[in-house]
């Protein structure tokens, strides 16, 4: 098969389920090369509980398979109406459409991971081919099944001085390490919007954090953070990853404390694990760093982790402007990937044997 460019659309969700982010752009899985737009749609509240109900579940287990479908089909639902807006306004064919929703489970030991979202229902609603289901083959042979985007962000590295590292703070924290010879390094660092955003659910009876403002106006607990980080997790060497609920029974810490003083302590804690991750796991100091994925729109949380990382730890930090990283871009990247049959995952990402594909594709023909 020749490779060569797809429109392709991507959806994504993952571990904090606030919103569906969607992305569409140009891409072979090797180089990005336009980004037709980018932008995201609110999960509603009653959605979010629903969701939230089947953390943990088990969608190979006929009981918990009972509760998972029509929240499943829920949120499939929301993927097409977001699908068929975008087709509605958009003036560019769409080859290809890629779609990982929220994660209710990620067990390593037990090698399973699920992410909501029928693709077998979208292809037949759209015609179009549709991939899903990327960590799977990744888990099943070994790996940690996640981060899987390294490919994405070593595209985008090419405008990096390198080293250069990615933040990536979705529901939980990743980094990406891309080296002077485009070498790869990934694995979850610690908690992120998932963690925040459960907190101010249950304390403030609200989504999230918005724009940081709780936690601007609270003052950290050190204590509290430092305890946190001897987590066994921290001292575990890579390649390694995270359920979302992997630090739900640390939450008891924060109770007590002011919504302000809870949000900020979180956000330290978030920052520190990045600090942590970035001086203590990486192979060199990098010379660029990006904060991307949901975190680094709360400007709170960005200021935390430029706080923590002084200098002699990055050389500097890219902006947003120089370079477009988003959780869509990346999904619909590696849709691309698994339409050509190119791996997404690697012994230095994963910890999986060797280079390998991931994704389901659902087509006329599967």
């Given at each position: 098969?020749?490779?060569?460019?797809?429109?392709?659309?991507?959806?994504?969700?993952?571990?904090?389920?606030?919103?569906?982010?969607?992305?569409?752009?140009?891409?072979?899985?090797?180089?990005?090369?336009?980004?037709?737009?980018?932008?995201?749609?609110?999960?509603?509240?009653?959605?979010?509980?629903?969701?939230?109900?089947?953390?943990?579940?088990?969608?190979?287990?006929?009981?918990?398979?009972?509760?998972?479908?029509?929240?499943?089909?829920?949120?499939?639902?929301?993927?097409?109406?977001?699908?068929?807006?975008?087709?509605?306004?958009?003036?560019?064919?769409?080859?290809?459409?890629?779609?990982?929703?929220?994660?209710?489970?990620?067990?390593?030991?037990?090698?399973?991971?699920?992410?909501?979202?029928?693709?077998?229902?979208?292809?037949?609603?759209?015609?179009?081919?549709?991939?899903?289901?990327?960590?799977?083959?990744?888990?099943?042979?070994?790996?940690?099944?996640?981060?899987?985007?390294?490919?994405?962000?070593h595209a985008?590295?090419?405008?990096?001085?390198?080293?250069?590292?990615?933040?990536?703070?979705?529901?939980?924290?990743?980094?990406?390490?891309?080296?002077?010879?485009?070498?790869?390094?990934?694995?979850?660092?610690?908690?992120?919007?998932?963690?925040?955003?459960?907190?101010?659910?249950?304390?403030?009876?609200?989504?999230?954090?918005?724009?940081?403002?709780?936690?601007?106006?609270?003052?950290?607990?050190?204590?509290?953070?430092?305890?946190?980080?001897?987590?066994?997790?921290?001292?575990?060497?890579?390649?390694?990853?995270?359920?979302?609920?992997?630090?739900?029974d640390k939450?008891?810490?924060?109770?007590?404390?002011?919504?302000?003083?809870?949000?900020?302590?979180?956000?330290?804690?978030?920052?520190?694990?990045?600090?942590?991750?970035?001086?203590?796991?990486?192979?060199?100091?990098?010379?660029?760093?990006?904060?991307?994925?949901?975190?680094?729109?709360n400007p709170?949380?960005?200021?935390?982790?430029?706080?923590?990382?002084?200098?002699?730890?990055?050389?500097?930090?890219?902006?947003?402007?120089?370079?477009?990283?988003?959780?869509?871009?990346?999904?619909?990247?590696?849709?691309?990937?698994?339409?050509?049959?190119?791996?997404?995952?690697?012994?230095?990402?994963?910890?999986?044997?060797?280079?390998?594909?991931?994704?389901?594709?659902?087509?006329?023909?599967?």
């Amino acid at each position: 098969m020749m490779i060569k460019p797809l429109n392709v659309l991507g959806l994504m969700s993952g571990t904090s389920f606030d919103s569906i982010r969607y992305a569409l752009i140009s891409t072979d899985g090797v180089d990005i090369y336009q980004t037709y737009l980018s932008s995201y749609v609110p999960i509603a509240e009653f959605l979010r509980s629903k969701i939230s109900l089947i953390l943990g579940k088990n969608a190979s287990n006929p009981d918990d398979k009972i509760l998972i479908d029509p929240v499943e089909n829920d949120v499939t639902r929301l993927m097409i109406d977001v699908i068929r807006e975008i087709m509605s306004s958009s003036s560019q064919k769409i080859d290809l459409i890629g779609i990982e929703g929220p994660t209710i489970i990620h067990d390593v030991q037990a090698k399973y991971t699920y992410q909501l979202g029928k693709g077998r229902q979208i292809f037949d609603e759209f015609s179009i081919p549709v991939v899903t289901h990327f960590h799977n083959a990744d888990l099943m042979n070994g790996g940690q099944g996640s981060p899987i985007t390294a490919t994405y962000y070593h595209a985008l590295a090419s405008n990096f001085e390198k080293p250069a590292v990615f933040i990536n703070v979705g529901g939980m924290t990743s980094l990406t390490y891309i080296g002077d010879l485009g070498e790869m390094v990934a694995f979850d660092c610690g908690p992120g919007n998932a963690m925040l955003n459960d907190f101010m659910k249950k304390h403030a009876h609200v989504a999230m954090d918005y724009n940081g403002q709780m936690a601007a106006l609270g003052t950290p607990h050190a204590k509290i953070v430092g305890g946190l980080m001897k987590h066994d997790f921290f001292a575990k060497l890579p390649p390694k990853s995270l359920d979302r609920n992997a630090f739900k029974d640390k939450e008891e810490h924060f109770e007590g404390l002011s919504v302000e003083d809870g949000a900020a302590t979180i956000v330290d804690f978030i920052a520190q694990s990045i600090h942590h991750a970035v001086t203590e796991m990486l192979p060199q100091k990098p010379k660029t760093a990006l904060i991307c994925g949901g975190g680094a729109m709360n400007p709170s949380l960005v200021r935390a982790i430029r706080f923590k990382l002084k200098q002699e730890d990055i050389n500097a930090f890219a902006s947003h402007d120089d370079v477009k990283a988003d959780d869509a871009s990346a999904i619909g990247f590696l849709a691309a990937r698994r339409f050509y049959n190119l791996p997404i995952t690697f012994p230095s990402t994963t910890g999986v044997g060797a280079p390998l594909i991931g994704g389901k594709i659902y087509s006329k023909e599967s």
